[in-house]
């Protein structure tokens, strides 16, 4: 039995047909100026195959109506198609227990939940927050919105050139103030792959709960939330081939538990008088209102065909296309790659002598290819690198070695125009 199933193993491997993967995205098809689309913006946000696009029709078309409130048939279909999706992010993610998974709109949301729903019950003035130079905004200004209400502090830990976090520093901040920490799996501007668990492990030892904020990690690698031991996680449904306007908050329940609502509203209650209300359980507690369900259900089948494909396989194959972009880009005078870390996901920032990156994104759209210029709404990481903005090409798992061609190609034209 073992002899077969290793056998079988590099044949799975070579079963990722990218061709195969391809014919499942029907916006991979489209022609813009005149040329086939390569899409390498999948940072920003990624595209959706058939599957979730059938499944979100399915719904619109024979289960719609509102969720927690009826007894009828499509009431109750509905409810149980959102919790059935809930129940398939908590095993994409490993979590414990279903309610562990709070539907938010986005990671914005989540980390704004948190820092309302935890942060302005249990930081107080004096208190330290740690955060690193890494963090996309969304995890830096909801801090410095509690920060400056409650008179705390933010400490942030400082990176190296190749973009790296410098994990000494990180220890040496903690002191007894320290109250909270946030910290990015992976860095949507360089690729940079964090020590997120090492991470977590020391602050847990000094008593401090851990955010991570896993937008770039969770569509590219295997997360475990029981593994990583973090307080929370918090990701996006558009750049895991899902809808807009979903997310997910993943939180230790007990922290959950203990956490204040960050909005009032329908079905997050129990019962309400003028004189007391009393809250809902979680993760019902968290979301009020009538949630985004097609978006839930769509984010469902979403991780799903993510994880038929699987976590690993993904990494694998997007690592190649990492590698052979980077040396490709490499050979070319007067490009400099921005993020060097030794442990990368597929994200390629560049700038080139000479050229502002909007002109490079503008004329690489001349060639059909998609790439995101500017901040990426990191400005720290920006202005501690010492570059204005950078050119950025970022890969996902239906990507082609052929499209890492035509993206240096692109390059080059760029490079013959400014020359
Ligand atoms: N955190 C990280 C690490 C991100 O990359 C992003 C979005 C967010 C949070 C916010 O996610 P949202 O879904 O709530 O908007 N990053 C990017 C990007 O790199 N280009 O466009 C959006």
């Keep these: 039995m073992k002899l077969i199933d290793s056998a079988l193993k590099p044949e799975f491997t070579s079963m990722f047909d990218v061709e195969h993967i391809r014919a ?28 979730v696009i059938d499944r979100l029709v399915r719904y619109q078309t024979s289960e719609h109506a509102n969720i927690n409130r009826g007894v009828h048939y499509l009431s109750e279909t509905a409810t149980a198609e959102y919790e059935s999706a809930r129940r398939r992010l908590q095993h994409f993610i490993n979590a ?13 949301d989540s980390i704004n939940l948190v820092m ?23 995890n830096i200004v909801p801090w410095q919105m509690l920060a400056e209400e409650k008179g705390a502090k933010i400490r942030v830990v400082p990176i190296s050139d190749a973009g790296e976090l410098l994990v000494d520093e990180y220890e040496k901040l903690f002191n007894a103030r320290t109250k909270f920490v946030g910290v990015l799996h992976v860095s949507n501007a360089l690729g940079t792959i964090n020590p997120v668990k090492e991470m977590i492990a020391f602050a ?10 896993g937008a770039q990690a969770a569509p590219h690698m295997a997360v475990d939330v029981q ?45 309400v008088t003028f004189e007391k209300t009393t809250y ?6 968290f979301e009020a209102g009538t949630p985004p369900i097609a978006a839930a259900i769509g984010l469902g089948a979403a ?12 990494s694998a194959y ?59 709404c990191v400005q720290p990481v920006m202005l501690r690198l010492r570059v204005p903005a950078t050119a950025r090409a970022s890969f996902a798992f239906y990507n082609t070695m052929a499209e890492v061609d035509t993206l240096i190609s692109g390059i080059r034209t760029v490079q013959k125009v400014f020359t």
């Design 227 to 271: 593994d990583l031991d973090c307080d929370f996680y918090a990701f996006s449904g558009h750049k895991l081939c899902g809808p807009t306007g979903i997310g997910v908050l993943y939180g230790k329940a007990e922290l959950l538990e203990r956490m204040q609502p960050f909005k009032g509203g329908g079905d997050m209650i129990l019962s």
């Design 96 to 108: 414990r227990e279903d309610r562990e998974v709070v539907f938010t709109s986005g990671t914005t």
């Design 303 to 314: 991780v799903d065909y993510l994880s038929a494909i699987g976590l690993d396989t993904i």
């Design 318 to 376: 997007e690592l190649k296309l990492l590698n052979y972009a980077t040396e490709q880009i490499s050979n070319l005078p007067g490009v400099r790659v921005i993020g060097t870390a030794a442990r990368k996901t597929a994200v390629l920032s560049f700038v080139m002598e000479g050229v502002h990156p909007h002109d490079i994104g503008t004329l690489l759209n001349h060639e059909g290819v998609a790439v995101r210029t500017g901040h990426h």
């Design 24 to 51: 499942d995205f029907p916006i991979l098809k489209l022609q813009v100026e005149g040329k086939p689309l390569v899409y390498l913006d999948n940072a920003a946000s990624s595209q959706m195959p058939q599957q």
């Design 204 to 213: 847990h030892a000094r008593g401090v709960p851990v955010l991570v904020d």
């Design 116 to 138: 309302h729903g935890y942060g302005r019950k249990y930081i107080r003035a004096g208190d330290e927050i740690i955060l690193t130079t890494l963090e996309h905004h969304s």
């Design 280 to 285: 809902n359980s979680i993760p019902h507690k």
